[in-house]
């Protein structure tokens, strides 16, 4: 059965009967029919769960598979009678239409809804996108009449939750914009790092909308747009419940790239499900060098949400996709997600998604290679299997996270300057050679000193290579990497890094995900 026709054949429970897993009573749902809703929480307990997180390989066109990966282990959790929640980011429409399609698991260890979850779900990325369009019809308006604050220079850019390359660039009536995919925005950053409400306002007066003729610093806070731009998010902010093919509580909430963003999902969620929850198994988008390193520099540093548990997913035809068919090469792309992991914590498993393709051999290999390395090796079957025969996995599960860990790792100081943290960043942990600066980007970042000296970096590179070349694959030494350009993210309080020839705004492929997807007797087909 493909990944569709197991999630409709699933026997799903009403969302209220769900919640009680967590304790969650039926007037704190907001629901969205009989299978989502909105958690309206106000308080929630002091209790502090343990955090774990998957992360993965670099991708290849075979998957990695964390996100089912992400879900079968909640679920192998629940099976073995342990409280435990899966907190996710929400899908982007860019990838369900676009190659990679939806995001919600396969086999036997997704959520559901699918098709509902894949496409609006509960209006999140949409209010979003409206929110971060809103600014900039506010900066227009401001223009149109008069131009009272004399803005000269806009970075604030629109936005939309498609790929659409046609949209890097556009002229408007009034000036030159571009549009950034939703995910990729300042505002989604903004949503998913918001501890509350008053957050979120303080975050969103703060973004940087632009220069003035005098070169002074404009801000969304001077044009009086912030309110409305609040009203559009607030329910938004509210968590999202929906449940696994098995039953158990999944949520959903917030969704950035972690290649061109920060791939993490909310603040709030993760903090929600800590304290309704004795293990919370969470996910960053991409491979480790993407996604786990930006959760870790981000995401962990600045609100204490340090993983007890770090879990590197792998698959042995990636791994050999990586060494262009041959285990033996490719093996070394793990080997570099081991090496930076292990900076991090002491606490780390590699557990390789088997496939019934998968020879004795390689996987012993691949298991042999991790012990070398210090690191146990588990393996998955619940893409095929579910929860079923998965004790070894909890059980390891719960000696690592009550495991201490003795290594508290940083990349760069908070006091180091902006060159200085890119450096140290690229050098330490991608082995970087020589980092280019593109035209007088150096300059113009050492400029940024004065006042954003403080801010973390989040790197923009493709995700399918340890460097910003998507061709390069394995685990490659001595290369360089370029600088193409930068943005000041304000109200999120890091600078994004562009390297290569990463955009914000991606495009369609030629054979995209669209050309399979259809209305069949009012069925939705295609997304997968």
Same mark, same amino acid.
């Given at each position: 059965?493909?990944?569709?026709?197991?999630?409709?054949?699933?026997?799903?429970?009403?969302?209220?009967?769900?919640a009680?897993?967590?304790?969650?009573?039926?007037?704190?749902?907001?629901?969205?029919?009989n299978?989502?809703?909105?958690?309206?929480i106000?308080?929630?307990? $002091?209790?502090?769960?343990?955090l774990?997180?998957?992360?993965?390989? !670099?991708?290849?066109?075979?998957?990695?598979?964390?996100t089912?990966?992400?879900?079968?282990?909640?679920?192998?959790?629940n099976?073995?009678g342990?409280?435990?929640?899966?907190?996710?980011?929400?899908?982007?429409?860019?990838?369900?239409f676009?190659?990679?399609g939806?995001?919600?698991g396969?086999?036997?260890?997704?959520?559901?809804?699918?098709?509902?979850?894949?496409?609006?779900?509960t209006?999140?990325?949409?209010?979003?996108?409206?929110?971060?369009?809103?600014?900039?019809?506010?900066?227009?308006?401001?223009i149109?009449?008069?131009?009272?604050?004399?803005?000269?220079?806009?970075?604030?850019?629109?936005?939309?939750?498609?790929?659409?390359?046609?949209?890097?660039?556009? &002229?408007?009536?009034?000036?030159?914009?571009?549009?950034?995919?939703?995910?990729?925005?300042?505002?989604?950053?903004?949503?998913?790092?918001?501890?509350?409400?008053?957050d979120?306002?303080?975050r969103?007066?703060?973004?940087?909308?632009?220069?003035?003729k005098?070169?002074?610093?404009?801000?969304?806070?001077?044009?009086?747009g912030?309110?409305?731009v609040v009203?559009?998010?607030?329910?938004?902010?509210?968590? $999202?419940l929906v449940?696994?093919?098995?039953?158990?509580?999944?949520?959903?909430?917030?969704?950035?790239?972690?290649n061109?963003?920060?791939?993490?999902?909310s603040?709030?969620?993760?903090?929600?499900?800590?304290?309704?929850?004795?293990?919370?198994?969470t996910?960053a988008?991409?491979?480790?060098?993407?996604?786990?390193?930006?959760?870790?520099?981000?995401?962990?540093?600045?609100?204490n949400?340090?993983p007890?548990?770090?879990?590197?997913?792998a698959?042995?035809?990636?791994?050999k996709y990586?060494g $262009?068919?041959?285990?033996?090469?490719?093996?070394?792309?793990l080997?570099?997600h081991?090496?930076?992991?292990?900076?991090?914590?002491?606490?780390l498993?590699?557990?390789?998604?088997?496939?019934?393709?998968?020879?004795?051999y390689d996987?012993?290999?691949?298991n042999?290679?991790?012990?070398?390395?210090?690191?146990?090796m588990?393996?998955?079957?619940?893409?095929?299997?579910?929860?079923? !025969?998965?004790?070894?996995?909890?059980?390891?599960?719960i000696?690592?996270?009550?495991?201490?860990?003795?290594?508290?790792?940083?990349?760069?100081?908070?006091n180091?300057s902006?060159?200085e943290?890119?450096?140290?960043?690229?050098?330490?942990m991608?082995?970087?050679?020589n980092?280019?600066?593109?035209?007088?980007?150096?300059?113009?970042?050492?400029?940024?000193?004065?006042?954003?000296?403080?801010?973390?970096?989040?790197?923009?590179?493709?995700?399918?290579?340890?460097?910003? &070349?998507?061709?390069?694959?394995?685990?490659?030494?001595?290369?360089d990497?370029?600088v193409?350009?930068?943005?000041?993210?304000?109200?999120?309080?890091?600078?994004?890094?562009?390297?290569?020839?990463?955009?914000?705004?991606?495009?369609?492929?030629?054979n995209?995900?669209?050309?399979?997807?259809?209305?069949?007797?009012?069925e939705?087909?295609?997304?997968?």
């Amino acid at each position: 059965m493909t990944d569709y026709e197991i999630n409709k054949k699933a026997k799903l429970k009403p969302i209220k009967e769900v919640a009680k897993k967590l304790n969650i009573k039926e007037k704190e749902l907001i629901p969205y029919g009989n299978y989502m809703a909105k958690l309206n929480i106000k308080k929630t307990s $002091n209790k502090k769960g343990k955090l774990i997180l998957v992360t993965s390989t !670099n991708p290849t066109p075979y998957g990695e598979g964390k996100t089912t990966l992400a879900i079968g282990l909640n679920d192998a959790m629940n099976r073995y009678g342990k409280k435990s929640v899966a907190v996710l980011r929400e899908p982007s429409l860019g990838p369900v239409f676009g190659s990679k399609g939806g995001a919600t698991g396969g086999g036997k260890s997704q959520v559901a809804p699918m098709n509902e979850i894949n496409l609006h779900f509960t209006g999140d990325f949409h209010a979003i996108t409206s929110a971060n369009n809103l600014i900039s019809a506010i900066i227009d308006n401001h223009i149109y009449f008069g131009n009272k604050l004399e803005i000269d220079k806009v970075y604030f850019t629109r936005c939309l939750d498609v790929n659409d390359r046609s949209l890097r660039k556009i &002229n408007t009536k009034l000036r030159e914009d571009c549009f950034t995919i939703t995910a990729a925005s300042e505002i989604m950053a903004i949503f998913t790092l918001s501890k509350d409400l008053n957050d979120l306002k303080e975050r969103l007066d703060n973004i940087l909308i632009g220069k003035s003729k005098k070169g002074k610093d404009i801000y969304l806070k001077d044009l009086g747009g912030t309110g409305a731009v609040v009203a559009l998010l607030k329910d938004a902010m509210k968590p $999202n419940l929906v449940q696994s093919l098995e039953n158990n509580p999944v949520i959903i909430h917030g969704g950035p790239f972690a290649n061109i963003a920060h791939g993490c999902n909310s603040i709030i969620a993760t903090n929600l499900g800590l304290s309704l929850a004795d293990y919370v198994i969470t996910e960053a988008g991409f491979g480790s060098d993407c996604g786990a390193l930006k959760f870790l520099d981000i995401k962990s540093k600045d609100n204490n949400l340090y993983p007890d548990l770090i879990i590197l997913n792998a698959t042995i035809r990636s791994l050999k996709y990586h060494g $262009n068919g041959n285990l033996q090469e490719g093996i070394s792309n793990l080997e570099f997600h081991i090496k930076n992991m292990q900076k991090y914590t002491d606490n780390l498993l590699v557990i390789l998604n088997k496939f019934n393709d998968d020879s004795k051999y390689d996987i012993k290999y691949v298991n042999d290679f991790c012990n070398s390395l210090n690191c146990k090796m588990l393996i998955s079957n619940m893409y095929k299997n579910g929860s079923k !025969n998965t004790k070894e996995l909890v059980d390891n599960i719960i000696e690592y996270t009550n495991k201490n860990n003795t290594k508290h790792f940083k990349i760069y100081n908070k006091n180091d300057s902006i060159i200085e943290k890119i450096d140290k960043f690229c050098k330490n942990m991608y082995g970087v050679k020589n980092i280019i600066y593109k035209d007088n980007l150096k300059d113009e970042l050492n400029n940024l000193d004065k006042k954003y000296q403080s801010y973390n970096i989040c790197i923009s590179k493709t995700p399918v290579s340890i460097t910003d &070349n998507a061709k390069i694959l394995g685990y490659p030494k001595n290369f360089d990497m370029t600088v193409t350009g930068y943005k000041i993210n304000n109200g999120s309080k890091f600078i994004t890094i562009l390297m290569g020839d990463v955009m914000t705004m991606p495009g369609l492929i030629k054979n995209a995900n669209y050309f399979n997807i259809d209305v069949i007797d009012d069925e939705i087909i295609g997304i997968f």
